[in-house]
T-cell receptor, first 113, second 114 residues
Framework: ETGVTQTPRHLVMGMTNKKSLKCEQH?????MYWYKQSAKKPLELMFVYNFKEQTENNSVPSRFSPECPNSSHLFLHLHTLQPEDSALYLC????????????FGPGTRLTVL | AQSVAQPEDQVNVAEGNPLTVKCTYS??????LFWYVQYPNRGLQFLLK??????LVKGSYGFEAEFNKSQTSFHLKKPSALVSDSALYFCAVRDESNTGKLIFGQGTTLQVKP
């Protein structure tokens, strides 16, 4: 869609499982973001990475663990999630962290049983 | 604290009529403002932004937005709505900490009826 891809697109997991979400951007950007989008709630920023360094953790529970090995890839490692963590998880990137527009991936629809 | 408000959960318009989706903001400095659209089961798509300059900003798919500093508003407009414009629209403002963080409004569902 916009040069930002996310896999998988859909994920169903049990509360004891460990899984990872992957995001890749092909835009040459240096900032990457994870958002959570739940029904009837505004977008919630989770993490921000600038040049592979985490610059924002928006009080996210430790059962969500991000990883940014390089400026093109971002992971979200999941373990012992709760049913209320079911949501659409969106990845985005921007050229830098200075307030330029962000480009979003299609999201991963996560269901926790 | 910075904030963005979209006062309408849903806007209904007839195809061919003009549409407006409202957004107001609160920041202490100069605002960087954005509009995004989200179609079902998709990510957000960037429509347009205001940083400085002309108060009327033109964006993708025939959309435009008017920045009004005195009313702290940034309403999204289109002269003639299409059924395919039906989607969820988000207004956002850049966080003043300059970390790249965007603060999003709660979203407005636009329904365009034939």
């Amino acid at each position: 869609e916009t040069g930002v891809t996310q896999t998988p697109r859909h994920l169903v997991m049990g509360m004891t499982n460990k899984k990872s979400l992957k995001c890749e951007q092909h835009l040459g950007h240096n900032a990457m973001y994870w958002y959570k989008q739940s029904a009837k709630k505004p977008l919630e920023l989770m993490f921000v990475y600038n040049f592979k360094e985490q610059t924002e953790n928006n009080s996210v529970p430790s059962r969500f663990s991000p990883e940014c090995p390089n400026s093109s890839h971002l992971f979200l490692h999941l373990h012992t999630l709760q049913p209320e963590d079911s949501a659409l998880y969106l990845c985005a990137s921007s050229q830098d962290g200075g307030g330029r527009e962000q480009f979003f991936g299609p999201g991963t629809r996560l269901t926790v049983l | 604290a910075q904030s963005v408000a979209q006062p309408e959960d849903q806007v209904n318009v007839a195809e061919g009529n003009p549409l407006t989706v409202k957004c107001t903001y609160s920041v202490s400095g100069n605002p960087y403002l954005f509009w995004y659209v989200q179609y079902p089961n998709r990510g957000l798509q960037f429509l347009l932004k205001y940083i400085t300059g002309d108060n009327l900003v033109k964006g993708s798919y025939g959309f435009e937005a008017e920045f009004n500093k005195s009313q702290t508003s940034f309403h999204l407009k289109k002269p003639s709505a299409l059924v395919s414009d039906s989607a969820l629209y988000f207004c956002a403002v850049r966080d003043e900490s300059n970390t790249g963080k965007l603060i999003f409004g709660q979203g407005t569902t636009l329904q365009v009826k034939p």
